[in-house]
């Protein structure tokens, strides 16, 4: 891919489809159209990683009120953060962004850094996160490269599906020069491309029907060639598993109405396989996300 798949005049047209639908269709999320700080959304990035945005709003409305800033959450107990968190799913992500808040705090006086090698070097901080930061928060010109900006770019640009996996160096040369170059464009295109991804550009269903993209969409053009191709992976169990034991011992932790650590003997009733128990507790203690008494008794970090 060495030339631009398409001329400025494509681009343009796809620009004049996107956007207006981007104005009438974009979920009304909390931390969207000017109405949080960038601590917020880097919050919210980091709260939607591997986890739907619908299902995030109501944790993250809640987390702001609680700590509105980087200095305030930085200032939280781990036993605050981890409760807070919830079902959120992957836990270890609330300790980060804890981290990720002591060094804002401490490094650049509770307010976010502007640059990306800034951004990039703050614990829990990847490329994606870096670039959502500062394209959404700050308005800076930059390509914002995940699943559904990858694959929409790769169907309605290349006529081909996007294979998932890391972003290859092909699909980034492309996501860069699509981008437009003023740089309030360049934020919406990010936003709308991704929106598009995530409700009309699905993976294995897309609803071309009804995407604003369909009658200039050269994967539609091409007959929608190895749809979901690559995508199909192996049914991931969930029950019996040892991400379900640290979810119910930290679910049951949670649960608690006073200060006294949970006793060894209600966990058993919780979960009677004493072997995965033991696993799931003693990664729990590893990760920080429990102490782990020489009775077996746990409790939240202080």
Excluded at 69 to 82: C, Y
Excluded at 258 to 275: E, G, R
Aim: aromatic share 8%; with cysteine; net charge neutral.
């Amino acid at each position: 891919m060495t030339d631009l798949p398409l001329d400025s005049a494509q681009v343009d047209e796809l620009k004049s489809r996107l956007f207006p639908w981007w104005d009438h269709h974009a979920r009304d999320l909390p931390w969207r159209f000017g109405r949080t700080t960038p601590w917020g959304i880097l919050v919210s990035e980091v709260m939607s990683q591997q986890t739907q945005m619908s299902r995030v709003a109501p944790y993250w409305t809640a987390w702001m009120r609680l700590w509105p800033d980087a200095r305030a959450l930085a200032n939280a107990s781990t036993a605050e953060v981890i409760t807070a968190w919830g079902r959120l799913g992957y836990p270890r992500r609330a300790l980060r962004l804890q981290a990720c808040a002591r060094a804002v705090n401490e490094q650049y006086g509770n307010h976010l850094p502007h640059s990306y090698e800034e951004l990039i070097a703050l614990p829990g901080i990847g490329d994606y996160t870096a670039s959502a930061v500062l394209s959404f928060a700050f308005g800076t010109r930059i390509a914002v490269i995940d699943t559904n900006i990858r694959r929409v770019l790769s169907r309605a640009a290349l006529g081909i599906e996007s294979l998932g996996g890391a972003a290859s160096a092909a699909e980034r040369k492309l996501a860069n020069e699509l981008l437009p170059h003023d740089s309030k464009e360049s934020e919406v295109w990010n936003q709308a491309t991704m929106e598009l991804g995530a409700t009309i550009c699905t993976a294995k269903n897309p609803q071309c029907e009804i995407c604003p993209l369909s009658e200039v969409c050269n994967f539609v053009a091409a007959g929608k060639p190895g749809l979901a191709e690559g995508r199909t992976r192996p049914q991931q169990h969930f029950k019996g598993t040892n991400r379900q034991v640290r979810g119910l011992i930290l679910s049951a932790l949670r649960s608690k109405t006073d200060a006294s650590p949970l006793s060894y003997q209600t966990l058993v009733k919780i979960w009677p396989n004493s072997s995965q128990l033991d696993e799931c507790l003693a990664s729990l203690d590893d990760d920080g996300l429990i102490e782990l008494m020489p009775d077996k008794a746990i409790q939240f970090p202080k």
